[in-house]
């Protein structure tokens, strides 16, 4: 594998520098269009060949996925900051890198089920992507906020409920509470304001309820009860 990387990256040096001596000597000229989109060009089959070497044994080059995708991402994202008219642009070329690099670790995960990990990158990445294409389409601001805490409470839930190496719990916790950070964000827009002067004291006493019925139901003298059993046992 060392040789093919030789390979490759001596061809790469060589295509650049005998064009850029080109360039230097008078010889050819190029544009700063045409270098750009050399460059592009270069970081998008830079990513394929990760994705080749990720292909030809993926359980042993899993990792290949995370710079192939990333490099993909870098290259379509360059591309459409020069082909979108400026007027629309806005922020797609950063949402195409972003889910570029997303994708890398998505498929880390799916290759490597134990990489329980790559799914936290993977979605905060997929969210922030997923909030940039919101304010590209010109979305509310409190939605675009919502849509930011609604995927990283996926990404929390998708934790917990995905196949990993062991079960894990503790994932519902960041995944609830940023759920009603989600929701808190979403009401809080001008036109749903009052929604969240009732929402507020609906939680907190629900949240009141469930303390007092913890407090009752483990009682001190039912936790003695309790420990007295344990070391019975």
């Known amino acids: ?19 850029a001596f080109l360039q230097t000597s008078g010889l050819l000229w190029f544009s700063k269009f045409s270098w750009v989109g050399m460059g592009l060009g270069i970081l998008g089959f830079g990513g394929l060949i990760f994705l080749v070497f990720l292909l030809s044994s993926p359980t042993r080059r899993w990792w290949c996925s995370i710079p192939g995708f990333s490099l993909l991402g870098l290259s379509a994202g360059g591309a459409l900051e020069i082909l979108l008219p400026k007027a629309i642009s806005g922020l797609w070329p950063g949402v195409a890198v972003l889910s570029g690099i997303a994708l890398g670790f998505w498929v880390v995960y799916m290759i490597r089920p134990q990489a329980w990990w790559a ?7 997929s969210s922030v992507a997923a909030m940039a294409a919101a304010g590209a389409a010109a979305a509310d601001e409190f939605v675009v906020t919502s849509i930011f805490f609604l995927g990283l409470a996926a990404t929390f839930g998708l934790l917990a409920v995905l196949p990993t190496h062991k079960p894990m719990v503790w994932p519902w916790v960041p995944a ?3 759920l009603l ?3 808190f964000f979403y009401l809080s827009a001008p036109d749903k304001a009052d929604w969240v002067s009732l929402l507020w004291p609906g939680f907190l006493i629900v949240l009141g309820f469930f ?13 003695k009860i309790d420990s007295n059993e344990d070391n019975r046992t």
Do not use: C, K, M
Not at 1 to 19: K, Q
Not at 211 to 222: G, M, R
């Open 211 to 223: 303390f007092l019925y913890q407090a009752i139901s483990q009682h001190p003298d039912q936790e």
């Open 119 to 125: 799914i936290i990158p993977a979605g905060a990445l």
């Open 176 to 178: 609830g509470s940023l």
């Open 181 to 183: 950070l989600a929701l």
């Open 1 to 19: 594998s060392n040789h093919y990387w030789r390979t490759i990256l001596g061809i790469l040096f060589l295509l650049v520098g005998g064009l």
